[in-house]
């Protein structure tokens, strides 16, 4: 028997994860979500550190680097805990771009400082709502690890928004449409 090469090997992954899509989406599918959106933050934070511009520009550059370099510890962390789960995650720029649910725009390199950081409360706020239907995933597939490793993630958002909030003179959870849905 022949071994399989490496065209055949993806594939098999490939076609293994749109049946996942498909039918009944599992923790590591919505993690490929994930790494996709920590990847469209990798270039926008970048961006945003290189271009704000106004009085808050050392505070904001510095924070947008600190983001950016967390960003790829949790980017590594959350892959390496897919290989460790026996899941293929995402690793092409190709990959991350199409499972990415965040936007971006080459304009706002002219945005101000405040909307910089009001888009980066977005993104963070997207990625934590599919970062919660990922632990509750995790929890009815039995992951706890996996399950420990997304609650850590989210807290880490939830601190990272509550952060940023301030800096904008808002409280924590002000403008949060997820946590407005669940009042009611």
Same mark, same amino acid.
């Given at each position: 028997? &022949?071994?399989?090469? $490496?065209?055949?090997?993806? %594939? *098999?992954?490939? +076609? @293994?994860?749109?049946?996942?899509?498909?039918?009944?989406?599992?923790?590591?599918?919505?993690?490929?979500?994930?790494?996709?959106?920590?990847?469209?933050?990798?270039?926008?934070?970048?961006?945003?550190?290189?271009?704000?511009?106004?009085?808050?520009?050392?505070?904001?550059?510095?924070?947008?680097?600190?983001?950016?370099?967390?960003?790829?510890?949790?980017?590594?962390?959350?892959?390496?805990?897919?290989?460790? &789960?026996?899941?293929? $995650?995402?690793?092409?720029? %190709? *990959?991350?771009? +199409? @499972?990415?649910?965040?936007?971006?725009?080459?304009?706002?390199?002219?945005?101000?400082?405040?909307?910089?950081?009001?888009?980066?409360?977005?993104?963070?706020?997207?990625?934590?709502?599919?970062?919660?239907?990922?632990?509750?995933?995790?929890?009815?597939?039995?992951?706890?690890?996996?399950?420990?490793?997304?609650?850590?993630?989210?807290?880490?958002?939830?601190?990272?928004?509550?952060?940023?909030?301030?800096?904008?003179?808002?409280?924590?959870?002000?403008?949060?449409?997820?946590?407005? +849905?669940?009042?009611?």
């Amino acid at each position: 028997m &022949s071994e399989k090469t $490496p065209q055949e090997r993806l %594939k *098999e992954e490939q +076609e @293994y994860k749109d049946h996942v899509h498909h039918t009944k989406i599992n923790a590591a599918a919505i993690t490929d979500h994930l790494l996709g959106n920590i990847h469209t933050l990798h270039v926008k934070l970048h961006q945003y550190h290189w271009y704000v511009k106004g009085p808050h520009f050392f505070t904001l550059h510095e924070k947008f680097e600190e983001l950016y370099d967390d960003n790829e510890k949790w980017f590594d962390r959350l892959a390496e805990q897919l290989l460790a &789960s026996g899941y293929k $995650p995402a690793s092409t720029t %190709k *990959e991350l771009v +199409e @499972y990415s649910m965040l936007s971006e725009d080459p304009a706002d390199k002219y945005i101000k400082a405040e909307e910089m950081v009001d888009n980066i409360i977005d993104d963070f706020r997207e990625t934590r709502e599919l970062t919660i239907r990922a632990i509750h995933l995790a929890q009815e597939e039995e992951n706890v690890v996996f399950e420990d490793t997304l609650i850590e993630f989210k807290d880490d958002l939830d601190t990272k928004i509550w952060m940023l909030q301030a800096f904008l003179g808002k409280e924590a959870l002000e403008d949060d449409d997820y946590h407005d +849905e669940e009042e009611d």
